[in-house]
């Protein structure tokens, strides 16, 4: 909640603070007396802010940035010329940027966390036939080897498939969780070699540890992981720069993998039509 949209040349969208108060806002160019100036046109900014429910000795600020400038607070000040019904209306003044970048902004009650903007992009979809062999009981836990026997990457910056070896030495605690652990390569069909490498967890129930033991599983297995990659191809070098996340699922009864792992990237920037600034390289 809280990502700039666009409705026609308006500015505007939700947030919704954490005791459950949404704050509806919206953009007015306050150099003129028309609604809805673009997001980047370099003047000053008057945000309408909406409160809804109205609570006793609510406070609210505007967390903002022009592209991967600091994140900044404005106070909104009550709009006493709107009487306050079932909401109660805010106004914020943010400055102009001469250079009219791009505008992330969202309204807060003080008190509440301060948002951190971030994105997500698509890499692609790991697909992979597994293997299971039972190692025994460890330290840390029930070791269990899942080895990749075939499997395919596909996404529309990388394509390629694994190399042999690739294998999630799972560990599962007595509590049922399955802690995932992950190092493997991957060679894209240029002929490139890249490290992979992630950890994760599968919750498996409270029984889990010892369903397990008798190789007895749910027949889907939902997981997160937080994959790297590492390589020393200039045309891939930017992978080296993100921090991946991966959510999947495991068919058991097949024993098959699915996984689609993202981009995450922090201070995302919304421009005057609303979308994200690229910084991963283009398709």
């Not at 939700?14 to 704050?23: F, H, I, K, R, Y």
């Not at 330290?139 to 080897?145: F, S």
């Not at 029984?207 to 994959?227: E, K, M």
């Amino acid at each position: 909640m809280g990502e700039p949209v666009m409705d026609g040349t308006a500015m505007k969208g939700v947030s919704l603070a954490a005791d459950g108060t949404a704050l509806s806002w919206s953009i007015v160019n306050s150099g003129s007396p028309a609604l809805g100036a673009p997001a980047n046109d370099g003047k000053v900014k008057l945000v309408e802010i909406e409160v809804e429910p109205v609570r006793s000795a609510q406070v609210v600020q505007v967390a903002y940035r022009y592209a991967d400038g600091p994140l900044k607070l404005v106070p909104a000040l009550p709009d006493a010329a709107v009487p306050s019904g079932p909401s109660r209306r805010f106004r914020a003044v943010l400055p102009g940027d001469p250079q009219g970048r791009g505008l992330w902004l969202q309204p807060r009650l003080q008190g509440s966390p301060m948002p951190l903007p971030w994105a997500s992009s698509y890499l692609g979809q790991f697909s992979a036939c597994l293997s299971s062999s039972i190692i025994g009981v460890t330290e840390a836990g029930l070791r269990i080897d899942w080895q990749v026997v075939e499997g395919r990457f596909k996404g529309p910056l990388l394509q390629g498939k694994p190399l042999a070896g690739f294998t999630d030495r799972m560990c599962i605690r007595a509590d049922g969780v399955a802690l995932i652990n992950v190092i493997g390569g991957l060679v894209t069909d240029a002929g490139t070699t890249l490290e992979v490498a992630y950890q994760g967890l599968v919750d498996l129930g409270s029984d889990g540890y010892q369903r397990a033991s008798r190789n007895d599983f749910d027949p889907l297995l939902a997981l997160v992981v937080t994959p790297r990659f590492n390589t020393d191809d200039p045309k891939l070098q930017w992978l080296n720069r993100v921090q991946c996340l991966g959510v999947g699922q495991v068919d058991t009864t097949i024993s098959q993998l699915m996984l689609q792992i993202y981009a995450i990237l922090p201070v995302p920037i919304a421009d005057s039509t609303a979308q994200i600034t690229p910084v991963l390289p283009a398709c």
